[in-house]
């Protein structure tokens, strides 16, 4: 993605922070296939300095129901949902601030532009854009040590925690 695009993306109108286009599909009464949303996402939120991140869609279940018309993308959700899945796009700036943590969840991080860093223990991986990664429990914090901001989006599907060891790996942080 080129420096124009990416500030696209992680600056909307009047400075706003991350813009996201998101299009959910639905059904009718009859059963017809609707567009039954096509906006940018409003519950765009940080939970630390110099990172926003937005939930398009989740699920309470899994697997999941698609009778309904509730909006997954306004569902009241902490990182994970224990019970089914959590679509979420997040922008880490430079400097982000550290958050060492762990989900009891199974993440499918797509890096969408530009790059970044994922600490785990004793070790540091740089993924570029394009890159993707499985995270599977392990404890992990993410840096941007970089000039631009990076874009990644992630699908977190609940998972059991890890067990090692007779030791329950449970989500912090």
Known sequence: MSQAATQAATQGERGMPLKIRRVVTGHDDSGRA???TDEICKNVMSRRPNHESCV???TGSFPADNSGADDGGA????????????FRIGCYHPGVAPRNHRTESIDYAIVMAGEIE???????????AGDVLVQRGTIHNWTNPGTEPCIIAFV???????????KILGATG
């Open 75 to 86: 569902r009241p959700v902490a990182t994970v949902d224990p019970n089914g899945t959590v």
């Open 118 to 128: 994922m600490e785990i223990d004793g070790a540091t991986v740089r993924l570029r």
């Open 56 to 58: 398009v869609w989740s």
């Open 156 to 166: 977190l599907v609940a998972a059991k925690p890890v067990e090692r060891a007779g």
């Open 34 to 36: 609707v567009i039954a």
